[in-house]
């Protein structure tokens, strides 16, 4: 039943986000531009920091392996 | 009745004060707040609880420029009213609305939403203080897009018609005001610009960190996360930069003339000029460095393209006063008489120029006796101060392309996770700090300079905008705002150096002091575990 909760609130911000492009792609294209710049933007840096985890990780591991093998 | 220019010009430099120095708190939030949306963003997505610290600290960090950006703000609307009446009157049905969405969007939407992000990270779940900071981000900055819907009537009136009856500016199209080009190109650009003030200071305080060995791990990801953000969003500026150049050269000519010092026009394929020093008295640059066909590329996009010169738009001037000068007659009549049809007709047949009419009444009180000198001397008034215009473009420019180059520099090194070993990198970020302050406040000048003679562009001129205060007033207020607005500067300066140099461990990192949560609202969220190795959450 949650699953299907999550589905229809998808859904229903996916409709709205089809709604918004289709009225900001006309009428106010650097607003369209904006809303998915800045989320880009938001995304690659988010990205950016849990790659830097998953480097962090890799470098601890990989200490670990050159300590097991000497 | 004549307003006395001295008290013009004091009110443009009350205004102009005030605005430079408000302008250097808001970029900063707009960017912040989205640089803490996405931390956040990582914080719930992973769990991880350096996350947490990180946006906690930043978040405070946030709030102290907030609340000062608001303070220096509220000040600026109410000089509409004290210190530009005639402006406020003769506009205010269609100014007044962004301005007052506006207030609802900064007082109600974004400083509502601030109060949860700060206080709510032990009384709110997760999903929900994400979702409160997202809506802190969209509504600091769709509080800016207001701000600069009503800026950009101001440079490019759209949605709006004179009315000779009623006297003043009525709204005639609000969705014509809210998607004006000239609006929706400068908001991104200036939304944008305020990313990149936030990635420079997140880098820049980060870079402090490391260089001291201090919250190193909490510093590296600030890093990285604002070094990925600002070299996207300096590529993002830039590119916004030139569709809002490419808006101005249809839109305000003069200022495009100004931002390029071309007091002669030229054939294309038209030269830059890199390097100049304009005359406005002689109407030439000296000791130009000019680079071949290079401006017709950048203005026009193609080597065919020509901007036109200060001698051809004041030469256009002249007709537009001499076209005026009747609109503004026949105005007079309607004001003794609003149903004479001959004034109607006679004012709709020139309605177009009536602001050049405005623009000659300065040199000709009475325009039945206005002179060719006159009309001259009023037409070289359409072009902005040049020399402060060209160079704040430059500094703009200049300052933009450094602060790709260190972006570019510094994802580099940091994607590689060698940030923290090169103090040479993190020595610059620190001194990066006050560039993009510097390069938003030139903006601002080019923007607002690059718009005079008028406050509303091609409509009113800016010397009857103004109160009709005394010069005494003026000064004592004007001297009164300065002090203040310096010690607002001061106090933020103070408070930020604090709590940088205090640090993330102040506000719950491992080894700092936490406050208990009180019992009646113990936390719904796990409490954070220490992070250290693998700072798993």
């Known amino acids: 039943m949650r699953t299907f909760f999550y589905f229809v609130l998808f859904m229903i911000i996916a409709v709205g986000v089809i709604f918004l492009a289709a009225v900001l792609g006309a009428r106010g294209a650097w607003y369209f531009a904006w809303l998915v710049g800045t989320a880009m933007i938001v995304l690659i840096s988010a990205a950016g920091g849990a790659l830097l985890d998953t480097q962090e990780e890799h470098a601890i591991e990989r200490a670990a392996a050159e300590r097991d093998r000497s | 009745m004549m307003i006395n220019g001295t008290v013009v010009t004091l009110s443009r430099i009350q205004f102009a004060s005030t605005a430079l120095y408000h302008f250097l708190f808001v970029p900063l939030t707009l960017g912040l707040s989205f640089l803490l949306a996405a931390i956040e963003t990582v914080y719930v997505t992973t769990g991880k609880p350096i996350y947490k610290d990180m946006a906690r600290f930043w978040g405070k960090l946030l709030m102290i420029n907030f609340a000062l950006g608001v303070a220096t703000g509220l000040t600026m609307e109410f000089q509409f009213g004290t210190n530009w009446s005639f402006y406020s009157g003769f506009v205010g049905d269609i100014f007044g609305a962004p301005l007052a969405i506006e207030g609802l969007m900064a007082f109600f939407m974004e400083s509502t939403f601030i109060?949860?992000?700060?206080?709510?990270?032990?009384?709110?779940?997760?999903?929900?203080?994400?979702?409160?900071?997202?809506?802190?981000?969209?509504?600091?900055?769709?509080?800016?897009?207001?701000?600069?819907?009503?800026?950009?009537?101001?440079?490019?009136?759209?949605?709006?018609?004179?009315?000779?009856?009623?006297?003043?500016?009525?709204?005639?199209?609000?969705?014509?005001?809210?998607?004006?080009?000239?609006?929706?190109?400068?908001?991104?650009?200036?939304?944008?610009?305020?990313?990149?003030?936030?990635?420079?200071?997140?880098?820049?305080?980060?870079?402090?960190?490391?260089l001291r060995n201090r919250h190193v791990e909490l510093a590296k990801r600030s890093f990285r996360m604002a070094a990925l953000f600002g070299v996207l969003a300096t590529i993002a500026v830039i590119t916004?930069?030139?569709?809002?150049?490419?808006?101005?050269?249809?839109?305000q000519p003069t200022k495009l003339a100004a931002m390029e010092a071309v007091w002669q026009s030229e054939p294309a394929p038209m030269?830059?000029?890199?390097?100049?020093?304009?005359?406005?008295?002689?109407?030439?640059?000296?000791?130009?460095v000019r680079v071949p066909y290079l401006l017709s590329l950048l203005v026009t996009h193609s080597l065919s393209g020509t901007v036109p010169g200060a001698d051809a738009l004041e030469r256009r001037a002249v007709q537009q006063i001499e076209s005026g000068i009747p609109a503004v007659q026949a105005l007079k009549v309607?004001?003794?008489?609003?149903?004479?049809?001959?004034?109607?007709?006679?004012?709709?047949?020139?309605?177009?120029?009536?602001?050049?009419?405005?623009?000659?009444?300065?040199?000709?009180p009475d325009l039945n006796d206005v002179t060719p000198a006159q009309i001259d001397r009023a037409a070289r008034d359409i072009m902005p101060p040049v020399a402060a215009v060209f160079w704040s473009f430059r500094v703009m420019v200049a300052l933009g392309l450094l602060m790709l180059a260190y972006f570019v520099i510094a994802v580099l090194y940091t994607l590689r996770n060698k940030i923290h070993r090169k103090s040479w990198l993190l020595k610059m970020s620190?001194?990066?700090?006050?560039?993009?302050?510097?390069?938003?406040?030139a903006g601002w000048l080019v923007a607002e300079l690059g718009r005079q003679p008028w406050t509303v562009f091609d409509v009113l001129p800016t010397w009857m905008s103004a109160s009709t205060h005394s010069v005494a007033y003026m000064a004592f207020s004007l001297i009164g705002f300065l002090v203040l607005y310096t010690v607002f500067i001061a106090v933020e300066m103070y408070l930020m150096v604090r709590a940088i140099k205090l640090g993330p461990a102040a506000h719950g990192d491992p080894g700092g002091p936490r406050s208990p949560p009180r019992p009646a609202l113990a936390p719904r969220v796990a409490p954070a575990a220490p992070y250290g190795g693998k700072l798993e959450g």
């Open chain 2, 240 to 251: 916004l930069g030139d569709a809002l150049g490419f808006v101005d050269a249809r839109v």
């Open chain 2, 334 to 364: 309607l004001a003794r008489d609003p149903g004479n049809a001959a004034a109607l007709a006679e004012f709709n047949a020139h309605r177009k120029d009536l602001g050049y009419g405005f623009l000659v009444q300065r040199y000709a």
């Open chain 2, 115 to 210: 109060g949860l992000m700060m206080f709510g990270w032990e009384r709110l779940s997760r999903g929900q203080h994400l979702a409160v900071t997202w809506l802190v981000a969209f509504g600091s900055n769709l509080s800016a897009l207001w701000i600069l819907v009503a800026n950009s009537f101001m440079q490019n009136p759209h949605g709006a018609a004179f009315d000779p009856l009623t006297m003043r500016m009525q709204l005639t199209s609000f969705q014509q005001l809210i998607f004006n080009p000239d609006a929706q190109s400068k908001f991104v650009h200036t939304s944008v610009a305020g990313y990149v003030t936030a990635a420079i200071f997140v880098a820049g305080v980060s870079a402090y960190y490391m």
């Open chain 2, 271 to 288: 030269p830059f000029n890199l390097i100049a020093f304009p005359s406005q008295a002689r109407r030439e640059n000296l000791g130009a």
């Open chain 2, 430 to 441: 620190v001194w990066m700090i006050p560039v993009p302050f510097i390069a938003n406040e």
